[in-house]
């Protein structure tokens, strides 16, 4: 083998690391996501979700802009495609999508509401195929069947989840699908910016474009801006600000998009169910809620099926690697 065939061929091996990686830096970092009771808990009881959500952008905001600042460059590259990506990403990902899901909570079954909220990878398989002309692997419809069957039962065990199919066709069934479809749409837009932004950027971006928004809708509310009395209790409302902010909210969304920017939506959408893993799992050991065997059997479910795609995604990569590596091999020789 010459020298060239062999860079070629470490490139290639070093690529494919990558890819694999990339799945499973989106699937910590949407994990991470599960550990937002633990910090919001204490802090609903000062805050609305809305001034929680506001305080937090503010924060991570101002630890970014340096970041931002530092990549100035990639602005002046926007174009209006881009512009319109990040009002999606922003506006409806980080904003919308968790007013509307809130909204759907409190106007219709919460299980009919939850089971809908639970079609956002099919959302965001669709809209990759047509907006990301992404191409699907073999079985990766079954294997969808099979991650949504795990969180199915992570979320409602063996017993069906309404008892009429009216509670399905209510306004908080409508709110939740659109729910879906902005978190579904956010991820396929995530990607398509990662073309051509890096990640520290279009991280930046969706906390600073939010901002204009989460005012508005803060200013709406009318709601009072309480802080605890008592230095102990104020320190313990600030502490949360900031844990909430920076594993939840930062860290996460990092690891998130490094990870998406090397893994195609289609397949990072399945890599977000590990989001309802963890929730389980927190609530088993923070708030003592026991872990039933259908909700194993969904847990078990879901990691089998993040392993295969995980595999099937590294091996479609080596396959496409080796048709150029033969091609590059047989050119130079």
């Known amino acids: 083998m010459s020298q060239s065939s062999t860079v070629l061929t470490s490139k290639g091996f070093e690529r494919s690391s990558h890819i694999k990686s990339g799945f499973w830096l989106v699937a910590i970092g949407a994990a991470l996501w599960g550990a937002d009771p633990l910090f919001r808990i204490i802090l609903l009881k000062s805050f ?10 503010i924060l991570l905001f101002i630890a970014l802009a340096p970041i931002l600042w530092k990549h100035r460059e990639e602005l002046k590259a926007i174009r209006i495609r881009q512009t319109a990506a990040i009002l999606f990403v922003s506006w409806g990902g980080s904003a919308l999508a968790s007013v509307i899901f809130t909204m759907a909570l409190s106007n219709g079954d919460l299980n009919a509401v939850l089971l809908l ?26 294997l969808i069947v099979i991650a949504l069957s795990g969180t199915y039962l992570l979320t409602f065990g063996w017993s069906l989840p309404f008892g009429h199919v009216h509670d399905f066709v209510h306004v908080g069934s409508l709110m939740a699908l659109g729910a879906a479809a902005l978190w579904g749409g956010s991820t ?18 969706r906390f600073m474009v939010a901002l204009p928004l989460l005012i508005v809708l803060t200013s709406v509310e009318h709601a009072p801006w309480n802080m605890p009395a008592g230095i102990w209790a104020s320190s313990a409302v600030v502490v949360n600000l900031l844990l909430q902010a920076l594993l939840p909210g930062l860290l996460s969304l990092l690891l998130y998009y490094k990870g998406l920017s090397t893994t195609k939506a289609s397949y990072a959408t399945m890599a977000e169910l590990s989001f309802p893993m963890v929730g389980v799992v927190i609530n088993w050991i923070a708030f003592h ?8 059997t969904g847990f078990m479910l879901i990691w089998i099926t993040l392993f295969i795609i995980s595999r099937q995604q590294k091996n479609n990569k080596l396959i496409s690697f080796s048709y150029f590596r033969i091609f590059a091999k047989s050119s130079l020789t």
Request: hydrophobic share 50%; charged share 15%; net charge positive.
């Open 48 to 57: 609305t979700s809305a001034q929680i959500v506001l305080i937090e952008h």
């Open 117 to 142: 909220q639970k079609l956002q990878p099919l959302v965001a398989i669709i809209l990759a195929r047509i907006i990301l002309k992404e191409m699907l692997p073999r079985h990766f419809g079954i």
């Open 188 to 205: 396929v837009m995530g990607s398509y910016l990662l073309r051509s932004m890096k990640y520290e950027t279009v991280t930046s971006l």
């Open 289 to 296: 809620q026991m872990v039933t065997i259908a909700q194993l």
